[in-house]
Structures are given as C-alpha cells and as structure tokens.
C-alpha cells in the first residue's frame, strides 16, 4: 500500500498501478489535475482504497496535516511507500529561480508527512535544481537536496540521491530528474534501487516490445502528424482534432496498447488554430533554425521575438525536457506547437489516459488554473514511474 504525494495528473500513480502497487489516497492541491487523476485512476481503475475519514477531492498537504494528524499516525506500519515531491518550479533552472517561491515551502510539509506516517519507503523526485544552492551574493547557500537528506536521516531513513535522465528508460524526452529513495526497517538500503532500476532496463523493454535502447520524437508521435487527417474536435466547437494511421513503431504499439485506432480521434489530440503569418514564421525556424535547439537572436531579431524560448523538435531524437509552455516547442516535421495528445505520447502516458480541464489559461487565471498542457508538463513520465515501482516492490 502507498501514498501519493502532490500526484498532480497522476503520471506517477499510473506507474505504480502498473508495476502492481494499490494506492491508499493521492494529496493534490489543484482540482484540475486532480479530476484527471480521479477520472482515470479513482473511477476507471479503482487504483486508491480511499480511507473513509479523507473526502475524495483535492486536498491542501498542510491542511491534511493540520485536520488528520491523529489518523496518520495510524497508518504507521501499515504503509509500505510514500511516493511523490513537492512542485518544483521554485527550484527549476529552465525558469527564475525563487528562494522564497512560497512553494519550496512545501519540503518541510512533506518532512513532517513522512514523520507522521512511516513508510518503510519513499521516493521523492525533483527537478535537477534541487541539488543546487540558490546563490547569496558571491557564493551558494546549501541545496535543498542536502537539506532533506539531512531530515530524512534524522528520522531514521537511509537516503540516497540522483539525478536520473529519463531517456534512457524509454521516455522520448532527455528529462533529468532528482530521485532520492529512502527506506527504513528493510533490509536494503536505498542505493540498492540505483543499481536495480539500471539493471532491470532491458528486461523491462522486451518486456514491453520496445525494440529500441531509447525513443526518438519520430518513434514516439508520428502517427499522430496533422497531414493525416482531421475531424471537429469532439471536445470543443470549431476546433480541429486528429485522427490515427496506422502505428509503425513499438513504441506507438504500446502506447496504443495495440488497439486498431486507425481513422479514430486521438483524445486531447486538437491542434492549435495558428494565423497565416505564425505558420509561416514557425516554417522559417524549422528551415533555419538548429533542432532540438532554443532560436537564434537573429530570427528573434527577424520576427520581433520576445519570448525566452522557441525550440524546432528534431526527429530523430528525444526532445529536451518538456515545460509547462507548449509554444516553447515546434513540431519536428509540421509547422505548429504540439497538441496535447502529443505531450501525452512524448511523457509516456498512454493513448486510453484522458485529461480533464481546459486546454490552455492565460491572465489571472494562471495562478489558479492547471490546465492539460501544464498537467502534462509537471508529470512524472508513468513507463519511468512503472520501472521504478518494479524496484521498489522488490526491495520491500
């Protein structure tokens, strides 16, 4: 039994349900990430035994603590995993980086979880900032990394930490992410998931059919190309969605889960209704512009670019990791962002998951909104999630 902590759109949980773990509850603050993960993990998959004293909803993790701190005492020697890490986007090099993001706040909540529950593991991720101190004038404060390890081990866990790069376990997304696993009580120490997880991969791909060490862009969405055809979106009026051809790699089998889709809407697979100019811009920068590659001053220059980012997708490679923003990226082959779907396929969520929310937010309502680009983008890829719930199960 485990607990999944700030789940977000359930990436992570939807790894575990696979590798065999039963969910207790999920602690999620925004309830649009939250009605994802309750449409296809609470209501298709039954993947939470949800306790009786929790309301099935998105939950604050510092009002959990505050009201339900008898009841998480309770739970101790009956929870096995506690998985999940704060947001990260306080500590995440690809935007500024805020010491006092209220957000990084959220490592002490997540401490006194642990305190209060117990479990014989847990399995925090993060981005690769974590591990570097914000600067203080000339030098640099202690990372938040050595912070945590230093609490963990006052609570009696072995703690071990890296930093992962997801593309190398199937993901077509060279995604770097901090894991740190700690485990009390067990007999093996957490260095030991380090040298699992990496033993297990090939295994792990023959036993998918992968037939490929690592997953290119191409490998990942290109049955997915515009060019194949279009019908009205299903989900919103005067929009354009997608439909199948035929899937040609392993990987599209698998996240088909060999499913004849062909001539079918893909689900939040709707494009973006670009202006003439913006697709002839975009057409420009996938001419001139280096792949896998943020543009250069000279075309920002051309077109008048503000924005930070702007980077044409290569082919015949994983992406660079996958923000928040989905015009930080154009298609390899197509000039226009990604499509929701496609996000879906390069973090590794298969075809059957389906989002919940809008599409995109702007203004205020970014403070409050997470919609389904940003779900995806926070998520933790679930083929990676699966291989390390494999472990984790092993090593209880």
């Known amino acids: 039994m485990y607990i999944d902590l700030f789940s977000g759109c359930g990436g992570l949980a939807l790894g575990l349900h696979n590798a065999g773990w039963k969910g207790l509850f999920a602690v999620e603050k925004s309830k649009d990430a939250f009605l994802t993960l309750e449409h296809n993990l609470i209501n298709k998959n039954s993947n939470f035994a949800w306790p009786n004293w929790l309301p099935k909803k998105n939950h604050d993790i510092n009002e959990i603590i505050k009201i339900y701190q008898n009841e998480l005492k309770e739970l101790q020697g009956k929870i096995s995993l506690v998985a999940g890490g704060p947001p990260c986007q306080g500590f995440s090099m690809a935007g500024r980086r805020k010491e006092k993001d209220e957000r990084n706040q959220l490592i002490d909540s997540y401490i006194k979880f642990i305190e209060l529950v117990q479990p014989q593991i847990l399995f925090f991720e993060n981005v690769r900032g974590f591990t570097i101190g914000f600067k203080q004038g000339n030098k640099r404060g202690e990372a938040y990394s050595v912070y945590v390890v230093k609490e963990l081990e006052k609570l009696g866990y072995n703690v071990k930490g890296e930093i992962v790069d997801f593309s190398e376990y199937g993901v077509p997304q060279k995604r770097q992410r901090f894991i740190l696993v700690g485990t009390k009580n067990i007999d093996n120490n957490a260095s030991k998931f380090f040298d699992l997880i990496r033993h297990n991969r090939a295994d792990f791909f023959k036993s998918k059919n992968l037939e490929k060490d690592t997953t290119s862009l191409s490998d990942a969405i290109s049955d997915l190309l515009q060019s194949n055809g279009t019908l009205e979106s299903p989900d919103t009026k005067n929009f354009q969605a997608g439909i199948y051809t035929k899937a040609t790699t392993s990987y599209q089998k698998l996240?088909?889960?060999?499913?004849?889709?062909?001539?079918?809407?893909?689900?939040?697979?709707?494009?973006?209704?670009?202006?003439?100019?913006?697709?002839?811009?975009?057409?420009?920068?996938?001419?001139?512009?280096?792949?896998?590659?943020?543009?250069?001053?000279?075309?920002?220059?051309?077109?008048?670019?503000?924005?930070?980012?702007?980077?044409?997708l290569c082919s015949n490679s994983p992406t660079p990791t996958l923000t928040t923003l989905p015009d930080d990226y154009i298609h390899y082959c197509e000039p226009r962002i990604l499509t929701v779907r496609e996000y879906a396929r390069i973090q590794s969520f298969p075809d059957s998951y389906e989002f919940q929310g809008g599409y995109t937010t702007g203004g205020e309502r970014r403070k409050t909104d997470v919609p389904r680009y940003t779900q995806i983008g926070n998520a933790i890829p679930p083929l990676f999630a699966e291989q390390a719930g494999i472990v984790l199960r092993g090593m209880i």
């Open 255 to 312: 996240m088909r889960q060999d499913k004849n889709l062909t001539n079918k809407i893909a689900n939040s697979h709707r494009f973006a209704k670009h202006k003439e100019s913006t697709v002839e811009k975009f057409q420009y920068i996938l001419d001139y512009g280096r792949a896998n590659k943020n543009i250069s001053d000279e075309i920002k220059a051309k077109y008048n670019l503000k924005k930070r980012t702007v980077v044409p």
